[in-house]
């Protein structure tokens, strides 16, 4: 039960991740499929951020004398983690973009019926 407890995030995050893959594995609507994407960045980014947690740490800011530089939280996960979720934004709204000329053009979110499909 300690061992549950002290890894609740990293199981969330990997759970994310997992419930992501098989959306985009399994399921065959576009929406859902971008959803899955959706998923995967999100367990990805809470992934980063709990590599760079540290329990009771501060800020990576020398403001107080005697603070151990051990206890600073490491902010470049943080700014990575900023910088994904603004990418990640932009790739989902270009994908929904895609689904929806796709389905202007085709008239169906069906991936498997897209594929068979000719020009």
Do not use: C
């Amino acid at each position: 039960m300690d061992f549950l407890y002290k890894n609740i995030y990293y199981i969330g995050a990997f759970g994310l991740i997992f419930i992501g893959l098989y959306m985009v594995a399994a399921k065959k609507n576009l929406i859902k499929i971008i959803i899955g994407l959706g998923f995967i960045d999100t367990g990805i980014n809470l992934f980063l951020i709990m590599i760079g947690y540290i329990k009771n740490g501060t800020a990576p800011i020398f403001t107080k004398a005697g603070i151990d530089s051990a206890q600073m939280v490491d902010p470049v996960p943080q700014a990575l983690v900023l910088t994904a979720i603004v990418i990640n934004v932009a790739i989902l709204a270009l994908a929904l973009g895609l689904a929806i000329k796709l389905y202007e053009h085709y008239k169906t979110l069906d991936v498997s019926k897209i594929r068979g499909l000719k020009w």
